[in-house]
């Protein structure tokens, strides 16, 4: 496994991100705006970055049919900085896809800061990607 290299990028150009705020006037309806402050991890992206890079497990499968490429996962970043709603965007295989889900689902996760909004938090859409890549 030491010749698998898992690359792990956020790109923040790229990375969606919408919050979700309620209508006071309709209890059922939200609509969906730009945050005035985006969600972040708790000690910064380096730290994600590191625990991606060692806990991002390449499956056996995958690297066996030689599947490289991306898995961007979609998920909603709550009030208290947790995870709902994780859903694949961009499948790569159903190895790499619940590899991806396991690794953010894990509470041992570097925490995220929710998205803020007039001073507020608010739950947020966010997108990420991740890069299954054996080493040449």
Same mark, same amino acid.
């Given at each position: 496994m030491?010749?698998?290299?898992?690359?792990?990028?956020?790109?923040?150009t790229?990375? @969606?991100?919408?919050?979700?705020?309620?209508? @006071? @006037?309709?209890?059922d309806t939200q609509k969906n705006t730009l945050v005035r402050v985006?969600?972040?991890?708790?000690?910064?992206?380096?730290?994600?970055?590191?625990?991606?890079?060692?806990n991002l497990k390449?499956?056996?499968?995958?690297?066996?049919?030689?599947?490289?490429?991306?898995?961007?996962?979609t998920f909603i970043i709550e009030r208290d900085g947790s995870f709902t709603n994780i859903n694949v965007a961009k499948s790569?295989?159903?190895?790499?896809?619940?590899?991806a889900i396991r690794l953010i689902s894990d509470p041992k996760a570097p925490k995220w800061t929710p998205g803020i909004q007039n001073g507020k938090p608010v739950r947020v859409q966010y997108s990420l990607p991740f890069f299954f890549k054996k080493n040449r």
């Open positions: 030491k010749k698998i290299l898992l690359l792990f990028i956020i790109v923040m790229t990375i @969606t991100v919408k919050a979700q705020v309620t209508d @006071t @006037t309709k209890a985006a969600p972040s991890v708790v000690g910064g992206l380096e730290k994600y970055y590191k625990y991606v890079e060692k390449y499956p056996k499968a995958a690297i066996k049919n030689k599947i490289e490429g991306q898995v961007v996962l790569l295989s159903p190895e790499t896809d619940s590899a």
